[in-house]
Each structure stands twice: as structure tokens, then as C-alpha cells.
């Protein structure tokens, strides 16, 4: 069967690659049919991803179909649909005992440190799979973006009623957004992109969609009745950003970092000392941040519809990538149409 690799950095190539193999215990043989493009690829594509070992078949973002199981599996049968959490973690170190099996210490992403989705089938863990007998492929392949940002706002702890500011609306601000908005809090989003900030305010329907200007501590207290964000989530993975936002937040104040950078982050220590601030990280997300997504989806709280705004044919990918990229191919989210 084919198989889509990222050979180096800026090149792909289709390859044959062996069938499957039957699933042993507790796995199973999946079909991939729709893989969505994120900035995790994009870096990747670009060789400046650390994370991300060559050559390497990339897609973590993925909606499959069950083909077949293997003993033990009870929660998927053949056929289902289902969505994949990419993030496979050991089960038996110190991270991983405490429940926080997104910070394994032997952490493996599908797609990045080990083979991912663009190849027509491949096995998986079963405790990988959280299946929907509503949703579409397409939707499937949304729910690991989604739960992202999902992530984000609980380690934020956003409550109702709360202003939330949101800095960078591309897709895991825009992700972010979605559940700030579904806590009931007041959001704001910050980016520089005008045409960004028109897609938040058009599409998802907020107010404050504010490009910064030099006094950004007065304009933020302009739209959140006076005072500064509770909490503020910065999704731009930019250290001038990051090291910006210590200075946002309202007393006892939180501030998360959902984007990364490999750059120094700094800020002057009264500046978050004042609000008794405290700083969180978001990392990947927890398999009931995808549970609880998929439900949300299917109930229709989340609307998936305004998301995907490109679609690639598996046969064209090499060609299209670097097109869909760019930024003035304003794309939200691209999905690749394995088969
Ligand atoms: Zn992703
Ligand atoms: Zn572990």
C-alpha cells in the first residue's frame, strides 16, 4: 500500500510500504481516512520541528475506520469510526502513575517521534481509539485539535463569567476560543492578522477581536469591564509574546502557555509577583478531553462546520503542501483525503 513520507525537510515522497499485519492483543487494524494538516506538520515540513525525527510518515490528526481487532478489544468493533489520540504513553513511569499521561516521560506522537496516519492502514493501541457513530471522518480528524485547546482552558481553570484573553487566533487559539466560549467566560482575542481577527469576530462570533496597539493594558481593560484577563492563554508559541504577557493578567491571575517556543521567555519579576500570578503549561491533552469533544460535536455544542476551509486529494499532497501553507492561503484547517 502507499504511504506518503517526509524524507528531509521540504520533501516528500510516496512509497510502497508492506500491508499491515494482523492486530495482536489489545490492538487493531485501522483505515485512515482523513488526516488534518497542523502546526506540528507545518514545522516539521520546515525542518524546524526538534521534536521530529526524518525520515518520517507524518499525520496525528486522523478519523479511521475499524478493519479489524485483535483479542482483548471490546470497546471497537469492525467498522466503527472512530477518532485517534496520538499521544502513546508507556503506562509505567512517574508521569504516567499520577495520571498525567500527556507529560510521559517516554512519550511517543504518532506522526512525529514514530510513523503516523498518511498510509492507507496501520495498527494501533485500542486504548487509542475513542469511536463516534455520528460523526464524520472529517469531524473525527478535528477532535485532536479541539482537544488541544480544550486542555488549555482546563489548566486555565476558566470559570464563567471570568475574562479570558486568548493571544494568537490561529488554529489552537481558534481551538482554545471554542471552549472559553462553551465555559460561559468573556473572551478577547489578540493577533496582528486583520483578516484572523474578522474570521473570530464573523465566524465564532466574538466581540473583542482586537488587533494590539501601544497601550495594550488600557485597550484590554476597555473590553473586560476595567480590569485586566483573569486568565490569559497565550497560543502564539512566540517568546516576545510570551514574555509580553506576565504583564496582562488581572490580581490572581492565570497565565498558560499552550503555544512553545525553543526561545528564552523573560519578564521582570514584579510584574507577575503584584497579581500573585501564577503561570501554567499546557501540553497534548488527556484522552477524556477527546471524549468529552466527540460528545460535544455530536449534542452540535461545538459547530465544526466553520473549520475546514481546504481539502488535499493523498495524490497531491507533495504538490499543495507548500501552496497551503503560505499565509495568504488564510487557511483554517486542512484536511488531507487519505482515501
Ligand atoms: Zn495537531
Ligand atoms: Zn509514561
Known amino acids: 500500500m502507499q504511504a506518503i513520507q517526509l524524507v528531509e525537510p521540504e520533501k516528500f515522497r510516496t512509497i510502497e510500504i508492506p500491508e499491515a499485519s494482523p492486530p495482536g492483543p489489545g490492538e487493531v487494524l485501522v483505515r485512515s481516512h482523513q488526516c488534518g494538516i497542523c502546526g506540528t506538520d507545518i514545522s516539521g515540513y520546515l525542518g524546524k520541528m526538534p521534536f521530529f525525527e526524518y525520515p518520517r510518515i507524518p499525520g496525528h490528526e486522523l478519523g479511521v475506520e475499524v478493519v479489524a481487532v485483535g483479542e482483548g478489544v471490546t470497546h471497537v468493533a469492525v467498522g466503527d469510526r472512530c477518532s485517534v489520540e496520538p499521544y502513546m504513553h508507556c503506562g509505567d513511569c512517574y508521569a504516567c502513575g499520577q495520571g498525567a499521561i ?186 477524556n478531553d477527546f471524549r468529552q469533544i466527540i460528545r460535544w460535536i455530536e449534542s452540535g455544542r461545538i459547530d465544526t462546520e466553520p473549520w475546514i476551509t481546504h481539502r488535499i486529494p493523498f495524490a497531491e499532497v507533495a504538490d499543495q503542501f507548500p501552496q497551503i501553507i503560505r499565509p495568504a492561503a488564510r487557511t483554517i484547517k486542512a484536511m488531507i483525503q487519505v482515501s
Open 102 to 287: 500527556n507529560c510521559c516521560e517516554r512519550l511517543q506522537v504518532i506522526g512525529v517521534m514514530i510513523d503516523g496516519g498518511l498510509r492507507g492502514e496501520f495498527i494501533i493501541r485500542a486504548d487509542k481509539l475513542h469511536p463516534s457513530a455520528k460523526l464524520s471522518f472529517e469531524q473525527l480528524a478535528l477532535v485532536e485539535t479541539l482537544a488541544i485547546g480544550c486542555h488549555a482552558v482546563d489548566r486555565g481553570g476558566v470559570r464563567e463569567g471570568e475574562a479570558c484573553l486568548v493571544i494568537g487566533a490561529g488554529p489552537i487559539g481558534l481551538a482554545t476560543l471554542e471552549f472559553v466560549q462553551l465555559r460561559g467566560a468573556r473572551p478577547v482575542v489578540l493577533d496582528l492578522d486583520e483578516q484572523r481577527l474578522a474570521f473570530c469576530r464573523d465566524r465564532l462570533g466574538i466581540e473583542h477581536a482586537l488587533a494590539p496597539n501601544d497601550d495594550l493594558v488600557e485597550q484590554l481593560k476597555a473590553c473586560c469591564e476595567g480590569h485586566l484577563p483573569d486568565v490569559v492563554i497565550d497560543a502564539t508559541g512566540s517568546e516576545i509574546s510570551m514574555s509580553k504577557s506576565f504583564s496582562l493578567i488581572a490580581p490572581k491571575g492565570r497565565l498558560v502557555f499552550v503555544g512553545l517556543t525553543t526561545g528564552e521567555v523573560v519578564f521582570r519579576h514584579p510584574v507577575f509577583h503584584r497579581p500573585e500570578g501564577t503561570l501554567l503549561c499546557s501540553r497534548n491533552a488527556l484522552p
